[in-house]
């Protein structure tokens, strides 16, 4: 199945996927996901070695393998819509800025924590259109666990074994707050905002993980200090929002993605209860 818009679209628009379709769509990425991450294990059972990306990152072959098997499916499944990913970031602005809709891939986020083995890594798949995240999947490898969400259609977490719940956010306590940390990227402004905040619990987590606690109702902020890029962010912005929390920067501005040359994401909260004054402690 592939999907493209009417023929009578003007041009530009003409294979573009409709947010009807947004639903349906959902359901391949998801299987897609899950392809991926199948070849991820594949990998983390075995004695991988691991090089270095010119940024000094780590890439290991699952990196690689969920990336090829990703972009395969991919462009089988949507043959006209354009594919950024970390492992081909190389695409320029002056061809980017023209995309209205392309799939943006991280297609193992938390690649040290696959190298630690502690399972706390995902493969994360978006949707952007007009510079926002309109459709992502999340699928957690080594637990089976994933999250989903499209525009107006809400965020969903299904289990190993199939079942599938409708998630929402929480209200925020200002006395019972829980901060989803970063496993392996804390730094000292992390550390003053939660000393700032009344006997805060604090779950660190690897990965994009921590947007679905924040998603799923188990904690209520998430703030990110430090560097990341567009493909870390995307889709689980998209399950943020469609369960009611939010993505923002440090001036409140919502998230957007492919507005300009740099890749790099600005320090941003991912906020569960939008009523709630967190500008009091940030």
Known sequence: ???????????DRMNEIKHQELEELTSEILKISCLAGDRILEIYETDFSVENKSD????????????????????????????????????????????NQYWLVDPLDGTREFIKR???FTVNIALIENHCSIMGVIHIPVTGISYTAAINNGAYKYEANGNKTRIFIRQTIDD????????????????????????????SVGSSIKFCLVAEGTADIYP??????????????????EAGGMVIDTDYKRLEYNTKESLLNPPFLVIADKEFDWQQYI
């Open 176 to 203: 019972a707050i829980t901060i989803a940390g970063s496993r392996s990227h804390g730094n000292e402004q992390l550390q003053a905002f939660i000393n700032s905040l009344p006997n805060p619990e604090v779950l």
């Open 1 to 11: 199945m592939s999907y493209r818009s009417d023929k009578d679209n003007k041009a």
């Open 56 to 99: 000094n990152s780590p890439l290991t072959a699952a990196d690689m393998a969920a990336h090829n098997t990703i972009c395969e499916q991919l462009t089988k499944l949507t043959p006209s819509i354009p594919i950024l990913s970390e492992e081909s970031s190389h695409i320029n602005f002056s061809d980017r800025q023209k995309w």
């Open 224 to 241: 990110r200090f430090g560097l990341t890029s567009e493909w870390d962010t995307a889709a689980a912005q998209a399950i943020v929002e």
């Open 118 to 120: 502690n399972g706390e």
